[in-house]
């Protein structure tokens, strides 16, 4: 798990995003914009930044790589990563296994 938290819910995130889109023509930069709201939501503006690069990423407005295409990713890395070891923990298991049988006396 990651060591911070999430201070705002998607609920909120989801308004701050459609707030700032929906007032973006109210001001001059769409960073002007950003700040504005993340005033108003009580985050900083590089935060709500993220939300709305994520929110244009999921919605194809902007090209990259969507959120549910990142879960399954990081998913399946960590049951690769899992998978890894518990191979090595049967790798090691077995070489000890074959070594203790090498030294049991033979039965005639």
């Given at each position: 798990m990651s060591s911070t938290t999430n201070k705002f819910s998607p609920k909120v995130r989801e308004r701050a995003v459609r707030m700032m889109r929906e007032h973006r023509?109210?001001?001059?930069?769409r960073w002007a914009a950003i700040t504005?709201?993340?005033g108003k939501?009580?985050?900083a503006p590089w935060t709500l930044s993220g939300w709305v690069k994520k929110a244009e990423i999921d919605?194809?407005?902007?090209?990259?790589v969507p959120s549910d295409v990142t879960e399954k990713l990081k998913?399946?890395?960590r049951?690769?990563?899992?998978?890894r070891q518990a191979n090595e923990i049967l790798r090691?298991?077995?070489a000890y296994f074959a070594q203790a049988e090498l030294d049991r006396p033979l039965k005639r």
């Open positions: 023509g109210e001001y001059p930069s504005s709201t993340a939501i009580g985050c919605n194809g407005v902007v090209a990259g998913a399946l890395e049951e690769n990563r899992e998978l090691k298991a077995s």
